[in-house]
């Protein structure tokens, strides 16, 4: 479980991967890291430097530091297999094109030795006894969180470490932060990966000579970069597009832009050539997993239990997971599975017995407790009569902006734009009041017949969408990025 949520993230931000490294040298778990501190430097036997650089040449020195020679020979690898990775990462969350050097036990800039910096340690897991410096520590300069959006100018870090690392927090838990950046990819991404993600995008259907010819017009500093990965067939296409459309606005290039970071976003993250994707899909893992332990501090799940158990919603539950869910759930806690005999019958409990002989870790168990809660709470009534409410009155009454914003980011615009159809124009205003300036373009003008004209919203399609906005209500009441009182 992720409890120093801030380090795993800049962990993960940083260092992508490297965890399998040092799995892969040894008989190791994994890594568990300490939380955030501000210090001084403290540059051990070993050290590697990460160097960042702006455009505007403004560096950020990121320092890993050990005393095992072991340690560092893996981070030494992972770092010179994986700067350019590093450095698009963190190009694309921070949406501008940084540049990642590096060098191992080379003389630092001594001033920086004075400076503060925040930093932690990561601790490597094994399975057999191991010596106490396999460790090592990470330093970031505290400007470096500016990238992030983090206000650091006249900071004592000392005193205001927990507001960093909550602004930090905050930067995440915007889903929008975390949108890949199309200046950024067409800038950094290499051309058989850009080719590869083109023809991927145009066969899946959702990218048109239109899309293309947009981006030409909005980035024609990389017109040439866009010609060169695709076909003449295609390039005649986006030709004809240009002499058939006289006039593009603005607003329409804002529109294309959004719509294509955002289909990045939302159909990517487990293509393997996408590598950014993946990370996406890390992250977003992280922040699932800090939902999970937010449960858990708010009611355990013996509380959990015996509310599922008063509503008489514990044997439809119990009947929607498998033997190994229900095992893994209560294997450290017999009581609560003696109990289960009053819903389940002898032969079941016995099955499910048959696996309690298993070994779980605690991940495996808040995990399968988490399922078993998820379930209830998607089961409730209340929550459930949703549907049965008319739309109108459910945004009106139940879905306030900043709930659609987290909706928009989980269904994506199409399927708003289409729910919203037949809807008062003023009640559309206020539900996308605060969505990015593209989503909101390309909503009002499906809305009002400008964008996709040709595309006819149905009853069946209007209804659909609109279920669909209701399962992510549900959903992001269920895993606790949103809170819906009904």
């Known amino acids: 479980m992720f409890y120093n949520t801030a380090s795993h993230l800049l962990f ?8 399998h490294f040092v799995s ?34 403004k560096q950020y020195p990121v320092i890993i530091t050990t005393d ?16 350019s990775s590093i450095a698009l990462r963190l190009s694309l969350l921070s949406k501008n094109n940084l540049q990642a050097t590096f060098a191992f036990n080379e003389p630092l800039e001594h001033t920086l030795y004075d400076s503060v910096h925040i930093f932690f340690s990561a601790y490597i897991r094994c399975k057999t ?39 930090f927090l905050q930067f995440f838990n915007d ?32 990218l048109t000579p239109y899309h293309l010819y947009l981006l030409t017009r909005a980035f024609p500093q990389h017109a040439l970069k866009i010609k060169y990965n695709i076909s003449s067939n295609l390039i005649s296409d986006i030709l004809h597009v240009g002499k ?18 955002e289909i990045l976003y939302l159909k990517l993250r487990t293509k393997p050539f996408f590598v950014f994707g993946n990370f996406i899909d890390q992250i977003t893992n992280i922040l699932h997993h800090i939902a999970i332990v937010s449960t858990f501090q708010k009611k355990t799940f013996e509380t959990w239990f015996s509310e599922i158990e008063q509503s008489g919603l514990l044997y439809t539950i ?33 099955s499910i017995a048959v696996y309690l002989k298993n070994k779980y870790t605690y991940d495996h168990t808040i995990l399968s407790q988490y399922t078993i809660v998820q379930l209830y709470l998607k089961n409730m009534s209340h929550i459930n009569k949703l549907y049965a409410m008319p739309f109108n009155q459910l945004l009106k009454k139940y879905i306030h902006p900043q709930m659609m914003y987290y909706i928009l980011f989980d269904c994506g615009w199409f399927t708003i734009a289409t729910a919203l159809k037949q809807t008062p124009k003023k009640l559309v205003y206020d539900c996308i009041q605060k969505f990015p300036q593209g989503a909101q373009y390309c909503i009002l003008d499906v809305y009002d017949g400008v964008l ?35």
Request: aromatic share 12%; net charge negative.
């Open 175 to 206: 889903p929008y932060n975390l949108f890949p950046s199309l200046p950024i990819i067409l800038e950094t991404m290499e051309n058989n990966e850009f080719q590869k993600l083109i023809y991927f995008l145009l066969n899946e259907k959702i």
């Open 452 to 486: 996709n004209p040709n595309i006819v919203h149905d009853e069946m399609q209007i209804k659909k969408a609109r279920q669909l906005v209701i399962q992510s209500l549900i959903k992001l009441h269920s895993n606790g990025t949103i809170h819906c009182e009904v």
């Open 318 to 350: 119990l009947s929607h997971c498998d033997d190994v869910t229900i095992a893994t759930a209560f294997n450290d806690n017999e009581k609560l599975f003696n109990q289960l005999s009053r819903y389940l019958s002898s032969r079941r409990i016995n």
């Open 129 to 167: 006894p191991h010596l106490v410096d396999d460790y090592f520590t990470i330093y970031m300069p505290l400007e470096l969180f500016t990238i992030f959006r983090v206000k650091v100018s006249n900071y004592t870090p000392y005193n205001s470490l927990n507001d960093i690392e909550a602004q």
């Open 68 to 83: 095992s020679e072991d340690i560092f020979k893996v981070i030494k690898d992972y770092i010179q297999q994986n700067i």
């Open 12 to 19: 993960y931000s940083l260092l992508y991967g490297l965890d």
């Open 244 to 261: 058939t459309i006289h006039h593009i606005t603005a607003r329409d290039m804002i529109e294309g832009i959004y719509a294509f970071e």
């Open 24 to 57: 892969r040298e040894g008989v190791c778990e994994g890594i568990a890291l300490s939380p955030w501190q501000a210090g001084k430097r403290i540059v051990k036997k070993y050290y590697a430097e990460i160097l960042l650089t702006k455009q505007s040449s």
